[in-house]
């Protein structure tokens, strides 16, 4: 019997590896031909078909002519349990995984995968036990025990980051947030760049309370630099880039309370309103005011904000539609203060129209498109 692995089996892998199936399988039948007792090439092409399509039929058909050479075969076993899951007999992979431990107690990666399939099979067995109901205490039960072999997965392989994703999974799934944080960091210890992992702490610190939104977006960034391919942290940096957004339209209505302010629109008890026509020096002094706003409300910080930030906001406003309808709104607003402020009326009336004109659609949007940001 085959005991070391032949360079036939060794290509093989590899192909498999960059997912060029069918020429693995194509070495993997010449080695076959050549040694039918080849587990290791058995095993092999039980993995290109439980890779490449998912047929668990052909992927059983191999690991059972692997295990008929060496039924205490651990790679055989372990890939006879994927293609029982993938074959649709998922519930059967336990015994199978108890077989790995068994054989080899000290073996991390035994326990692991056990732990990452023992809960869903319990919950696939309740669902058949009840009528299709999942019962919230089976679920709590075959979670405690995933956790205590999970536990022990981390013990036997320490350095080992699938045992801390599963047991982070498992913890996740019993809502123990301290327990899925300590996962997280166990994880980031072990792989700085993570994408999972990476992901789940910065939209943490990113969204905690109090966090402003380029405090937020500066998060998501330095993120990126490590995981430039994470769709989550991609997202979450878009959030905060429209929250970024959302802040210019508070601007332009703030520049609208100004204009309202400078030409004495509402009456006020005990006060009296300004004449009418405002004089040019007191309209142009209005703007004053407004241009402080954006300069440090706008111009300033956006300058001060990362490149791949300010990059991330040019593409946010070609991407998404709500983010153009945000920035018409500030500027339909800022136009609305400009023709009170700049025009010399000799009434409030067409002034006070401008004002709610200016106000009424960015005020009636502006929870609405709050979920627009997820």
């Known amino acids: 019997m085959t005991t070391t692995l032949h360079p036939a089996v060794e290509r093989a892998d590899l192909l498999i590896d960059i997912k060029r199936y069918e020429e693995a399988r194509e070495l993997l039948a010449q080695r076959l031909a050549e040694d039918p007792e080849d587990i290791r090439a058995w095993v092999e092409l039980a993995r290109s078909h439980v890779e490449d399509k998912e047929d668990g039929a052909k992927a059983l058909e191999a690991t059972e002519q692997a295990l008929a050479l060496n039924s205490q075969d651990i790679g055989a076993l372990l890939m006879h349990a994927r293609a029982l899951r993938v074959g649709g007999r998922f519930p059967e992979t336990e015994g199978v995984l108890r077989e790995v431990i068994r054989l080899v107690p000290d073996y991390w990666f035994g326990y692991a995968r056990l732990a990452d399939w023992l809960w869903r099979i319990r919950m696939i067995r309740s669902g058949q036990d009840n009528g299709g109901e999942i019962r919230r205490e089976d679920l709590q039960a075959a979670l405690r025990e995933a956790d205590l072999i999970a536990q022990e997965a ?76 994470s769709a989550p942290m991609r997202q979450g940096l878009d959030v905060a880039s429209y929250r970024l957004l959302r802040g210019v339209r508070w601007l332009a209505l703030l520049c609208l309370a100004l204009a309202a302010a400078g030409i004495d629109l509402f009456a006020t008890d005990g006060e009296t309103q300004r004449e009418l026509p405002l004089v040019l020096g007191q309209r142009l002094w209005d703007l004053v005011p407004m241009a402080a706003v954006w300069v440090l409300g706008a ?72 979920p627009k940001t997820r």
């Open 154 to 229: 981390i013990r036997l392989g320490p350095e080992q980051v699938y045992a801390y994703e599963v047991a982070w999974l498992i913890a996740d799934m019993s809502a123990d947030r301290s327990a899925a944080d300590r996962m997280d960091e166990a994880i980031l210890r072990l792989d700085p760049q993570h994408e999972l992992a990476l992901a789940r702490r910065t939209k943490k610190a990113a969204t905690a309370p109090g966090v402003k939104a380029k405090e937020a977006a500066t998060l998501y960034a330095d993120a990126l630099a490590s995981a430039p391919g």
């Open 299 to 370: 111009l300033l910080r956006y300058r001060r904000l990362r490149a791949g930030i300010r990059v991330n906001l040019h593409s946010l406003i070609r991407r998404f539609t709500w983010s153009r309808v945000v920035l018409g709104q500030a500027a339909w607003a800022m136009l609305c203060a400009l023709l009170i402020t700049q025009i010399p009326w000799t009434e409030r009336t067409v002034p006070l129209v401008l004002f709610w004109v200016g106000l009424v659609p960015a005020v009636a949007t502006m929870w609405f498109d709050r």
